[in-house]
């Protein structure tokens, strides 16, 4: 039910991490725009996030104790009770900037834009800052079919555009109408990518901004927090990661326009989640692109992220060897087309390689590390907090488009 009152419903999942929790709620409350409701749901296995989020006394904060639940399920316990005219999920491991509710209200105050997205900046503690220059410079409107595009040849970096958490603004006129039809917004294995298609494929357009409202906090300035850098890097969370989603894996298997089975590659998790969405709404991918653009599409990112995987120092030999094996099985269109596509990745090639091998020896990564330190030591802009961070970064306020632009 909608609360005139409430313009934002802001849904904040999070699991074991209370250090970060409580910022982000810092950085909500503290917004001069006051009209939005925060469900945050807990799905910690101990009590310190209650702890963090029961010392701030705040009549806007819903406070939800889930746990043991899975991400989406998590996501949807806060998404299915929201009162507001518009949804926003933040992670925690995301900032909302000084100033990004009030801008977000006007823009939607004046041109009624059902979906919003935008980019995100960059916090890499003990404190540093960097802006995102990711996105174009002029804010437009997208074709929803242009970015699922995108997103069924496995295109992780185009990704971006798409309506996900920490990046997006959606109406719940949206929502509900998804919900009519599936329950809930989000769906297994991934929150983020099943709410993006869905949504996608709700609305015809969505509008990009070139503001970034929002900022990424990471470990540091090679590792992140979250299952894909532990995918990335093959650790023992990432093993676990898929061995607690066997079942899953098993069932999407059968998607044969993701032809390597058992998810080796990130991906494919994208992929599977989207090609699902899709499964569940009865729509025919070849309406966006044919199958055989698609296969393409993912045999070139599938090796673009070889190369990206390989140059953090990850053994990818298993997973060359899986894709030649599966592009040998495929037509000879397919596989120029793959050669064709991939010429010009030579030269990042040898690049990966050559990063593999000083990760590999413990001497030249130890000598990387301290050169790391020193590239980094001026990056950015340097703060002593977060908090210093959210109050010397406002974002301005919002303009009439005035030369319609977009």
């Not at 919003?116 to 003990?126: H, K, R």
């Not at 295109?155 to 920490?166: F, G, I, T």
Request: hydrophobic share 35%; proline share 2%; net charge neutral.
């Amino acid at each position: 039910m909608q609360n005139k009152e409430v313009f934002f419903s802001i849904v904040i999942p999070t699991r074991d991490r209370p250090d970060l929790i409580e910022s982000l709620i810092f950085s909500i409350l503290n917004q001069t725009f006051e009209s939005f409701e925060l469900l945050i749901c807990d799905n910690s296995n101990n009590e310190l996030t209650q702890e963090v989020i029961t010392s701030f006394d705040d009549k806007r904060i819903q406070n939800i104790r889930t746990g043991n639940l899975e991400m989406s399920e998590n996501y949807n316990a806060g998404i299915n009770r929201t009162s507001g005219n518009y949804l926003m999920c933040i992670s925690d491991k995301g900032f909302l900037k000084q100033g990004a509710l009030k801008y977000l209200y006007d823009l939607i105050q004046n041109e009624k834009h059902q979906c919003i997205t935008w980019a995100l900046d960059n916090f890499v503690y003990p404190g540093n800052f960097s802006q995102s220059n990711l996105y174009k410079k002029q804010s437009m409107l997208l074709d929803s079919g242009y970015i699922l595009k995108f997103m069924l040849q496995g295109d992780y970096r185009n990704y971006e555009y798409a309506p996900m958490h920490c990046t997006s603004c959606i109406s719940i006129e949206l929502v509900n109408s998804i919900r009519e039809k599936h329950d809930n917004l989000c769906q297994a294995q991934n929150p983020d990518y099943t709410m993006a298609a869905q949504v996608l494929l709700e609305t015809s357009h969505i509008y990009n901004l070139k503001k970034n409202l929002a900022i990424l906090r990471n470990v540091s300035t090679k590792d992140g927090y979250g299952t894909g850098h532990s995918l990335a890097k093959k650790t023992q969370e990432s093993r676990t990661f898929l061995n607690d989603h066997a079942k899953w894996i098993k069932y999407t298997n059968k998607f044969t326009d993701v032809p390597i089975k058992d998810c080796p590659f990130i991906i494919d998790l994208m992929l599977k989640d989207t090609y699902k969405v899709l499964e569940d709404n009865d729509i025919d991918p070849n309406i966006f692109l044919s199958k055989e653009e698609r296969l393409v599409g993912y045999y070139y990112f599938a090796y673009d992220e070889i190369l990206w995987r390989k140059s953090l120092g990850v053994n990818m030999n298993d997973e060359a060897n899986l894709l030649n094996a599966a592009l040998s099985r495929e037509k000879n269109s397919i596989q120029e087309a793959f050669k064709e596509r991939t010429a010009h990745l030579k030269f990042q090639a040898y690049i990966a390689h050559f990063k593999y091998i000083i990760k590999r020896n413990s001497f030249t990564a130890f000598l990387l590390k301290i050169f790391r330190k020193l590239r980094y030591f001026n990056f950015g802009t340097q703060y002593s907090s977060i908090e210093d961070c959210y109050y010397d970064n406002v974002v301005e306020n919002y303009k009439p488009n005035l030369r319609n632009e977009y």
